[in-house]
């Protein structure tokens, strides 16, 4: 879906990009109890350990070049990926010559970035961390990235927090979120409905709406650029891709282990009818555009 542009020929972005106006942050009341997020996260935790994120990981690693390149990154500099799996995004700065520092709170999938980054004589280090609770000093970073990562923690607001905290100022927070009409989107909204979600929790696809990223992070922002982009998920068939992401990809791993025989049954066919939606290819396999986000961020 295109945007509206604001007109600003220095940022060369394209033409669906968003130049965001920060906006005073609003202070929403606190009515309701907080969830219990240490057991959300070790829940998740459990989901995200599960199957092998990495096979679907790697198929993605477009969408972490192409955010690396819109952060226009000077060699050296020193970059954090949170939530980074098994590296899209660690790569493609490590490839441009950055410093990265790569942390997610799975250790098997920063083992997996480990032996890509070897592979490629690249500098990473690499740290196990929990994005609520980056083990960082402030302004400790010149960028800070997540590519479909940090939108997972269940503390939005905390996570949001903890990126603005460890970037400097003048530096950048890069993002690429789903967006809440994206085909993930509208995977994540069907596995809700057959697996509900902790309650309390927002939405991960929150990430990837304009007024919430303007919510969240406007206060310590000099400007906000958005542009809306697709990634396409090309499988060789719906059933594939069905197959695949349950047998790899953790949260759909798990909401079909949670189901009886039937249930497993009917999310099988309402995953199809979601695929159905979106699917482009008329030849019996599967191209299935997902709307993103891709967010820079640069901090006052
Ligand atoms: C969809 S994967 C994306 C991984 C990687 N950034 C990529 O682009 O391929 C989501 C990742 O977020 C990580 N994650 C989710 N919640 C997290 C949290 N609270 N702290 C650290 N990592 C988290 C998961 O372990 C998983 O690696």
């Not at 899209?88 to 920063?110: I, K, P």
């Not at 499988?235 to 798990?254: A, E, I, L, M, Q």
């Not at 066919?269 to 979106?278: E, G, N, P, W």
Request: hydrophobic share 40%.
């Amino acid at each position: 879906m295109s945007q509206q542009i604001a007109p600003n020929p220095l940022r060369l972005l394209a033409a669906q990009t968003q130049t965001v106006k920060p906006k005073e942050t609003k202070m929403t009341a606190m009515t309701q109890t907080a969830p219990d997020y240490t057991a959300i996260k070790t829940k998740q935790n459990a989901a995200w350990s599960s199957g092998d994120y990495a096979k679907i990981g790697v198929t993605l690693q477009i969408t972490g070049e192409e955010l690396a390149e819109a952060t226009d990154p000077t060699p050296g500099a020193s970059v954090l990926d949170v939530a980074g799996g098994n590296g899209n995004a660690t790569l493609a700065f490590a490839r441009r010559w950055c410093n990265v520092t790569s942390t997610d709170y799975v250790e098997s999938l920063l083992d997996g970035g480990r032996v890509r980054a070897e592979a490629e004589a690249l500098n990473v280090s690499f740290q196990k961390a929990d994005a609520e609770a980056l083990p960082f000093e402030d302004a400790s970073f010149d960028i800070v990235t997540s590519t479909f990562g940090v939108m997972f923690a269940p503390n939005q607001n905390k996570a949001a927090s903890e990126l603005t905290r460890v970037c400097r100022s003048g530096g950048k927070i890069a993002m690429a979120n789903w967006t809440p009409e994206s085909f993930i989107g509208a995977l994540f909204k069907t596995l809700g409905r057959h697996v509900p979600p902790p309650a309390g929790v927002q939405s991960p696809a929150n990430w990837g709406a304009t007024s919430w990223v303007q919510e969240h992070f406007s206060a310590e922002a000099a400007s906000i650029s958005m542009k809306m982009r697709n990634f396409n998920f090309r499988y060789p068939s719906p059933r594939h891709f069905v197959d695949f992401f349950r047998t790899y990809y953790g949260p759909v791993h798990k909401a079909f282990l949670a189901l009886d025989a039937a249930g497993q049954a009917q999310l099988e066919a309402d995953i199809l009818a979601t695929i159905d939606r979106f699917n482009v290819a008329t030849d019996g396999t599967m191209i299935v555009p997902s709307e993103y986000a891709q967010i820079v961020i640069e901090k006052r």
